[in-house]
């Protein structure tokens, strides 16, 4: 039986006549006279269900969540006007896979049902449609690299309304060599060992995600939330690749022991993002401002860790780490580690081919230790926009005291109630996040809780549930058949201060600090610029092309860096130059102006607008006292006398001024006040965006 939907008669028949209603009422004018305060009779009736096909997905049935399929019931002659433009448009700026979703805000079809249309241009080509529907998502697949934009627009059976744009998103999609078709029985062959292998070692959970290999068969990719020693690591992206040692060697071994230092605790204030990183042992790979760049892998945990607390320097953060080691494994290999399969058929001296298919299977190290246990790293912040620097300090003090003190060495018998008290009065929010532990504790930490959950950890932490809280990974060594030639001869090179990892941590610190500069916007409720989307997707870019060993030699310095064709911008714009002028930092500004209005036997309009420095400004809405709360400016009255007169109102318009108005009028002799007067300042507090170069690390 088909599901039912309750709807009102009203959904049906749009319009109810009046009793005694003359019949020459214009059509157009009847839903003025439909009766709301009459309680309407309830029905049920099927939904509807379109079968709808869109640019490389599937047919699949869709529910109309509207209250009919025939967008103006039966009967009545509506709809009587178009819909409303759907409000909004959503998707990335930049993806390195081939498919992009697509978003779009709902549109009010006042009273009947609504139908989207999504439109694509590529390469500014012509719009060409590629949905109707219903639904108010797409994901769009099979797309081949170019730049693309999207607009929609909602219709009913008789008006459409205007379209919603979207901005330009660069579509560049990477597809990794595929070494199953090179060297099939090689591939094979090692995957098979590699199964063996897992099937008798000892895996360890970790944060760390695992590459996907272009022709792997399904059976090797069921090892992802876990990694065995010796498993490669790709040092530029952060990520697992396969097990490329002799794993059937007698000299592979693994010992177990007592780590040597079996637990830390620590708290500490963050100085900025790149310190925030450091406290939460973040691999350089994972430091990245971007929460969905990397499209073709994902965010692992550490990447997810550091991107949801990185945050501008109007935060206040303080970080508690706490690590249990439980267990320190320690790999054994010997001379001749690699694989006898890569060193006959895929290592070749000075051969670049050969030096990058083995970098795609096998990273650029291997994992040779790890320590066991569990990890919980808890990021406290505050947002000090609303305080003075004194304020602000202040509140640091504090908070980062009863920190200390409630988590103590003997953090379990603490008081957690005063610290609660802090936590609430300061507005503090926290991010959690664990390795190891109780499965699902952290996401359920809060400021009420946050004690009790942190001693819990501690106590559930046990064998079955230990992760790798920390690891090393050493280099491959050279085959002894190839002894007579250096390691970067056999070996692809990542290192050196002009290497394609240091390129990589360039361009990495480059998008922490492009997320320093354009997120705040929309925490200050302003729109976030269009061209935050636009040098997202060229940071992007040049990103991918230090991920990539075919691509090293234009993974290059952000100083010597060009777009290319694929581009947002003009092709070949010198990049840093471009973001250091176009994606622009929040610099705090004030006004402040005093007016003196006086009216003697008459009246006078007053409007006085107090700016910033321009246009682009906007005021603090953390700021202001007064009238002006939460507004950003305060208004401060030396005297106001206004007999007859209007009150006074205040608001923010434009974005950048405090309007003040009022309408003195004085009253009338001989016994009414002969004069009005209002003398006052005005106080506004904003923010201003403004130029500032991008700061390279060395």
């Known amino acids: 039986m088909n599901p039912f939907k309750i709807v009102t008669m009203a959904s049906v028949i749009p319009v109810i006549w009046i009793s005694g ?47 009919d399929c025939g967008g103006g019931g039966s009967g009545g002659g509506g709809p009587y006007r178009a819909p409303s433009t759907p409000s909004s448009i959503t998707y990335a700026p930049y993806t390195n ?83 199953y078709s090179k060297y099939p029985s090689i591939m094979s062959a090692m995957d098979q060992k590699n199964l063996q292998h897992r099937n008798s070692a000892s895996p360890a959970k970790t944060a760390l995600k695992r590459a996907k290999t272009v022709g792997q068969s399904t059976a090797m990719r069921t090892s992802d939330g876990r990694f065995y020693l010796g498993d490669g690591f790709d040092l530029v992206r952060g990520t697992l690749k396969e097990t490329c040692l002799d794993v059937e060697h007698t000299g592979f071994s693994i010992t177990k022991t007592p780590p040597l230092q079996p637990s830390t605790f620590d708290v500490s204030y963050v100085n900025d993002n790149r310190h925030l990183a450091q406290l939460l042992e973040v691999s350089a790979s994972a430091q990245i401002g971007f929460s969905g760049d990397d499209f073709s892998l994902g965010l ?18 303080f970080v508690v780490k706490a690590n249990n080691r439980r267990e320190f494994w320690k790999l054994n290999t010997p001379t001749d580690a690699i694989y006898p399969e890569l060193v006959s058929h895929v290592l070749s001296p000075n051969n670049e081919e050969a030096k990058a298919d083995f970098r795609e299977r096998c990273g650029d190290n291997f994992i040779n230790s790890a320590n066991l246990g569990s990890a919980l790293y808890l990021v406290f912040t505050f947002d000090s926009k609303k305080y003075s620097y004194e304020e602000r300090e202040n ?46 504790l952290a996401a359920s930490i809060n400021p009420s809780n946050v004690m009790q959950k942190y001693n819990q950890f501690v106590q559930d932490t046990n064998p079955a549930n230990w992760a790798a809280v920390d690891y090393t990974t050493n280099n491959y060594q050279r085959p002894t058949a190839y002894n007579a030639y250096t390691h970067e001869q056999i070996f692809a090179k990542y290192t050196g201060n002009q290497g394609p990892l240091a390129q990589m941590k360039r361009w990495l610190d480059i998008s922490v600090q492009h997320k320093e500069r354009c997120d705040p916007y929309a925490e200050y409720g302003q729109n976030r610029p269009t061209l935050c989307g636009t040098s997202e997707a060229e940071i992007s870019i040049a990103m ?58 008459g009246s006078k309009t007053v409007k006085d607008s107090t700016c910033l420095a321009s246009s682009l400004c906007f005021t603090n809405k953390f700021r202001g006292s007064g009238p002006g709360i939460g507004k950003g400016f305060d208004v401060n009255t030396g005297y106001y006398d206004n007999p007859k007169g209007n009150g006074r109102t205040y608001k923010v318009y434009p974005k950048h001024c405090a309007l003040t108005e009022v309408y003195l009028k004085t009253g009338r002799p001989p016994f009414g006040d002969t004069t009005a007067d209002w003398n006052y300042t005005v106080n506004v507090e904003g923010l201003c965006p403004v130029n500032e170069d991008f700061v390279i690390i060395p």
């Open 97 to 179: 896979s081939n498919t992009m979703r697509v978003a779009w805000g709902t549109s009010n079809g006042y009273g009947y049902s609504v139908q989207y249309e999504l439109y694509e241009s590529r390469n500014n080509s012509a719009w060409s449609k590629i949905y109707t529907g219903y639904s108010r998502s797409r994901i769009l697949t099979n797309k081949t690299a170019g730049k693309y934009r999207y607009r929609v627009m909602a219709k009913n059976t008789k008006y459409s309304s205007s379209y919603r744009y979207g901005s330009d998103a660069l579509i560049n999609p990477r597809e990794d060599e595929n070494l």
């Open 21 to 67: 209603m003359t019949a020459a009422i214009a059509v157009e004018d009847q839903a003025s006279f439909e009766r709301t305060d009459i309680a309407q009779p309830q029905r049920l009736i099927e939904d509807c269900i379109l079968q709808e096909v869109s640019d490389g997905t599937n047919r699949v049935p869709e529910l109309i969540p509207i209250d």
């Open 300 to 317: 692992s945990g550490e990447k997810e860790r550091y991107v949801k607390s990185v945050t501008d320097e109007s935060h206040v953060r």
């Open 395 to 440: 509140a640091k003090a504090e908070l980062g005291l009863k920190i200390s003190d409630v988590f103590s060495a003997n953090a379990a018998t603490g008081s957690s109630s005063s610290l609660t008290e802090v936590l609430n009065r300061l507005e503090v929010k926290i991010n959690a996040d664990q390795v190891g532990g109780p499965v699902g």
């Open 544 to 601: 991918d092309l230090c991920r990539e060993t075919r691509e090293w030699n234009n993974c290059v310095h952000p100083y010597q860096y060009n777009t290319g064709d694929l581009t947002s911008t003009t092709p070949g714009t010198y990049l840093y130059g471009w973001l250091s002028s176009n994606v622009k930092k929040l610099a705090e500004d004030t006004n402040s102006k005093s007016y003196n209005h006086h009216v003697h036997r």
